[in-house]
């Protein structure tokens, strides 16, 4: 999300109450279920694992919005697909219309629609990849008649309360630096939500929280996770190959009171016309009943992590 200290509260406004009901399609992959809607998309709306199907980890929020010059934008929330970099009004063209869900076995593909204006068309595609895991496929399809340069960008809208892992190890030695940490305008680093660990920057979800906070990494290694509730959702990804968008992230995390986006970047890809960008991520969920926003403590319930 783009916001500025100052423009939240203006730009972001409620659904009228007719349209706030949240209607989805429950499918069983592997050791999870996953709600998916077909009226607008692509959006997965749920993520629970299968033995606590009562549990959504992803956020839903049916009451938020804004407009813009195409029409009303809904963030709907759970996970979504962007093209990076951020812009108004290119990533925020309306997704309310109906899409295909195939569904197998095996897997779920979403097929979201062309969109005119940005002369693009989006898929996820979700499949058992190994025991207690996902892989989730994001393609981004130049449908224009030019060539555009962009990268895949995949936002999940987690459930409130928790707290975003954004790991940035460290070298074992060396005379230069080895690590970049992003901000944007609005995020102040005396922020009681921002955590800094050895090798981990935390982010908080804080309710009572007034302004918006953003950070960005270039993650080492190649994974982010947000813990809620006695769960720990954990996106792995490979590193690409090229330049990653906004000054080389490749995870950030946004949050205000109401949410917190755990977010994924591929590399920046010229596609001629026909010509599709990818970018995957391995979703896994672990159990782990109480945590706290430290790497000692992370490192002693889930070892191996870094």
């Not at 979403?110 to 005119?116: L, M």
């Amino acid at each position: 999300m783009q916001e500025t200290g100052n423009v939240e509260k203006r730009r972001w406004s409620f659904i009228p109450a007719e349209k706030r009901k949240i209607m989805m399609k429950e499918y069983v992959l592997g050791d999870y279920i996953l709600g998916i809607r077909s009226d607008i998309g692509p959006r997965i709306l749920k993520l629970a694992p299968k033995d606590c199907p009562g549990k959504n980890l992803f956020g839903i929020l049916p009451d938020f919005g804004m407009e813009t010059e195409e029409g009303f934008w809904h963030i709907y929330g759970g996970h979504r697909l962007w093209t990076a970099p951020e812009a108004n009004p290119r990533s925020y063209s309306p997704d309310d219309r109906p899409v295909k869900v195939e569904a197998k076995e095996e897997y779920v593909k979403i097929y979201g629609n062309t969109e005119i204006q940005n002369s693009i068309q989006k898929e996820i595609v979700i499949r058992i990849s190994g025991r207690g895991s996902l892989e989730v496929t994001h393609r981004i399809k130049n449908t224009g008649r030019w060539t555009m340069e962009l990268a895949c960008w995949a936002l999940t809208v987690m459930k409130k309360g928790g707290f975003a892992i954004l790991p940035v190890k460290r070298g074992k030695s060396g005379l230069l630096p080895d690590r970049r940490i992003i901000l944007w305008p609005y995020t102040d680093l005396s922020d009681s939500r921002l955590v800094m660990g050895k090798d981990a920057v935390f982010l908080q979800q804080d309710e009572k929280a007034v302004a918006p906070c953003k950070i960005g990494v270039s993650a080492n290694p190649c994974w982010t996770a947000y813990w809620v509730d006695g769960m720990l959702f954990v996106k792995r990804f490979s590193r690409g190959e090229g330049i990653y968008p906004d000054y080389g992230c490749s995870v950030e995390a946004y949050t205000n009171r109401d949410m917190l986006e755990l977010e994924t970047l591929g590399t920046m890809k010229k596609l001629e016309p026909g010509q599709v960008a990818e970018h995957r991520e391995v979703w896994s969920i672990k159990k782990v009943s109480l945590l706290s926003p430290s790497q000692k403590e992370l490192e002693k319930k889930i070892p191996g992590l870094f």
